[in-house]
């Protein structure tokens, strides 16, 4: 400190002194200096933490750099009084390894200087920037004593300000990490940058991933490390996941550069290809595919890199030479290496074969099975042709002896082999009525066995539907006539020229009018004929016994004359109706039947018919 | 003048019965129990109509019609088939054989004889 009388003359001028032997616990300081930073007391040595203490803790680290400098310095900062009042003081000085001496005063009005505002807002743009600053910064200096930090470091480390103010940077971190912190640090001030991802442990004991980078800066001749530090947690998490993932992975998973060389590969591969981790990295992919796809590889590495959905099989090859077939999706990656996954088909592939040789077995048996049937139907055949020869041949037998004694009867019946008294004309008669009947029995069984043989051929042409329909009502209004039944026909004028077959319509026609009349023993047999869109619609109507309800269904089955009493009281093979049902289906047509038990019945036929107008 | 008839059926009672009923109208009747009998029999003595069984055996109605209208002599006389109950398609065939017309059997004796002379006419 300088004479007295200096001093009386700075205290006039409201001017402070001090001098601190660096890193001495106490300093020396004037009265005016202690009255300028609210001191009551008139002590001329003070401790070093009260010192500084009174100093803005936004200024705080400012000023010590500045005591630190080594060099002349001018700064203000803001003193803060026990009141809580703040002060600007304009502080001057300069020092060296060993001291520090200086001089306080207030700054103009006690504000700060006007030439100071650039400055200032300098500061409170790097404030700003500090407070928005998502990580954590931080600036202390070789001995670890805390210079600055912003807000975040103290909510994420929970600390107070004045707690850190107090703090060494290695208790941040967990005690097994401190060693390896401590050597960063020393890296960081031995050249001049260094980083480390570490976990920073809060005051409440929990830690978090943040990545730390560590410059070195020179504060005044003060070597320092600014610090920032950023939460990596949430990328760790992700990266724990993706490692998860990977290495759980049921596929193979395998990471490459752009040469096809692997970086990496997962459990699965590993598994599938036979290597360890440690012998699969830095394999070439030709390494593990087989030999005939090694010159492929120049190829799937273009096409990965030219397409983002690279998808193709592979026959891949183990470590001890196997084979074994892989679907392969691969990509490039943001880092410009390849990741690829690797499906191992083989079961799938099996699967197809077993099935592809089910398949061609199962192919065989059907085949086997089709040439078993197509012989069995082939025989099928050749009973059905010798059936069918059977049939021609007996009908044509069969006929041939009726042919004469039908024709011998009716020549004896006429009179042409002599008189004849009327018991012999009586019983002859007979024998030919017998004589017909047994004919037109065999001529329904061999049309019936026709028909089912689907030998019975249709042959359309054009004829005269009228006269037909009205030659067939002539030739039954004798029977209806012998029975004294009422016949009533209604012809439809318009109906003149058809085409279909002829013979066939002729036959349902008959089949239809005749059972009418067989089973109608007293009242009105009646038929309409209309044509409607091209088809025939013939509508036979009787008062006869009537069917059964259950029995219209089997109606038109073969054999199924419905009640053997009636049978033998209605002469008849029991195949009209099952040859009409037939007939009218061959011809493109059908035939109902309703009835009424004891009321009648009524069979409508319709058969398509091309007709003239 | 008096017709002549060349019956070929195999059938006894039916050649008797066809014959029996031809004779009765005035016709001669020359009868043939089988396919080439009968075309020797046409082309020996060429016939005014022949009655054609269809069924027959060993060579049917259909070759011996064929056969028949191959003789030159016979391209003009009347072929009438006898047939039994013919199924559509018989008649085509029938008639593209070289008849003229078909009889259905069985030969009705009221009848037998008219359609004959129908066919021929």
Redesign the interface.
């Known amino acids: 400190m300088g004479s007295s009388g200096q001093g009386a003359a700075l205290d006039a001028a409201q001017v402070g002194t001090f001098e601190w032997e660096v890193g001495q616990p106490r300093l020396a300081w004037s009265a005016w200096h202690a009255r300028l930073w609210g001191f009551a007391s008139d002590e001329f040595e003070v401790a070093y933490t009260a010192f500084i203490g009174r100093v803005h803790l936004e200024d705080r680290a400012a000023y010590e750099i500045a005591l630190a400098a080594r060099t002349p310095f001018r700064c203000e900062v803001r003193v803060v009084w026990p009141d809580g009042s703040e002060r600007w003081i304009c502080c001057a000085g300069d020092g060296d390894a060993t001291r520090v001496r200086g001089v306080v005063m207030p700054a103009t009005d006690g504000k700060r200087p006007a030439i100071e505002d650039t400055l200032r807002h300098e500061r409170d743009f790097s404030d700003a920037v500090l407070r928005s600053l998502p990580g954590i910064l931080y600036l202390y200096d070789r001995e670890g004593r805390f210079l600055r930090w912003n807000h975040n470091f103290e909510r994420v480390t929970g600390y107070s300000a004045a707690e850190i103010a107090t703090m060494h940077p290695l208790q941040f971190f967990p005690p097994g990490r401190q060693d390896e912190v401590s050597a960063r640090i020393a890296e960081v001030f031995a050249h001049g940058a260094s980083s480390i991802e570490v976990e920073l442990l809060a005051k409440d004991g929990t830690t978090t991933l943040f990545h730390f980078t560590g410059v070195e800066l020179e504060l005044g001749a003060k070597p320092c490390l600014v610090g920032v530090g950023i939460d990596v947690s949430a990328r760790a998490r992700a990266e724990a996941r993706y490692r998860i993932l990977f290495d759980y992975a049921p596929d193979g998973i395998v990471v490459a550069d752009d040469r096809s060389y692997y970086l990496d590969a997962n459990a699965s591969a590993c598994r599938m290809m036979g290597y360890a981790h440690d012998e699969f990295v830095g394999l070439h992919a030709s390494d593990i595919v087989v030999p005939e796809t090694q010159s492929q590889i120049t190829e799937a590495l273009r096409e990965i890199l030219a397409a983002a959905d690279y998808h193709r099989e592979w026959e891949f090859r183990r470590k001890d030479g196997s084979g074994f077939p892989a679907d392969v999706m691969a990509t490039l990656m943001p880092d410009g290496n390849l990741l690829a996954v690797i499906r191992d088909v083989s079961a799938r592939k099996q699967a197809e074969r077993t099935l592809r040789e089910l398949n061609e077995s199962l192919e065989h048996k059907v085949e086997d099975r089709t040439r078993e049937l197509h012989a069995a139907l082939e025989r099928a055949e050749d009973a059905d042709r010798l059936k069918s020869a059977f049939l021609a041949t007996m009908s044509h037998e069969l006929r041939t002896p009726l042919n004469s004694i039908i024709g011998f009867t009716g020549i004896v019946l006429k009179g042409m082999a002599g008189p004849l008294t009327l018991e012999q004309t009586k019983q002859l008669g007979m024998v030919r009525a017998s004589a017909r009947h047994l004919l037109a029995l065999i001529n329904d069984v061999l049309d019936l066995s026709k028909i089912e043989a689907d030998q019975l051929e249709i042959h359309p042409a054009r004829f005269d539907l009228r006269a037909v329909l009205e030659g067939v009502v002539a030739l039954l209004a004798v029977q209806a006539e012998a029975k004294r039944l009422a016949l009533v026909v209604s012809i439809e004028p318009s109906i003149g020229e058809a085409v279909t077959d002829r013979r066939r319509v002729e036959q349902i026609v008959i089949n239809l009018l005749n059972n009418a009349i067989k089973f109608t023993d007293r009242g009105t047999v009646s038929l309409d004929a209309v044509v409607v869109d091209g088809r025939l619609r013939v509508r036979v109507r009787d008062t006869g016994i009537g069917i059964r309800a259950e029995d219209l269904a089997t109606l038109f089955q073969p054999f199924h004359q419905i009640d053997n009493k009636i049978t033998r009281r209605h002469e008849g093979t029991g195949l009209g109706l099952a040859i009409c049902g037939r007939l009218t289906a061959l011809l493109g047509g059908e035939v109902v039947a309703t009835s009424t038990l004891g009321a009648g019945s009524e069979f409508i036929a319709t058969i398509p018919v091309e007709v003239d107008r | 003048m008096t017709r002549t008839v060349l019956v070929i059926e195999d059938?006894e009672?039916?050649r008797?019965?066809a014959t029996?009923?031809l004779e009765?109208a005035g016709f001669r009747v020359v009868a043939a129990t089988d396919g080439p009998a009968g075309v020797a029999l046409a082309r020996s003595a060429p016939p005014d109509i022949i009655v054609l069984d269809v069924?027959l055996p060993a060579m049917d109605g259909y070759q011996v019609a064929r056969a028949l209208r191959s003789i030159a002599a016979l391209d003009r006389v009347p072929i009438v088939a006898v047939t039994?109950?013919a199924?559509?398609?018989d008649r085509?065939k029938i008639l593209a054989a070289g008849c003229n017309g078909y009889i259905e059997?069985?030969?009705?004796?009221?009848t037998?004889v008219s359609e004959v002379q129908g066919v021929t006419t």
């Open positions: 059938n009672q039916n008797y019965l029996f009923l009765a069924q039994s109950y199924m559509a398609g085509e059997k069985p030969i009705d004796p009221e037998f």
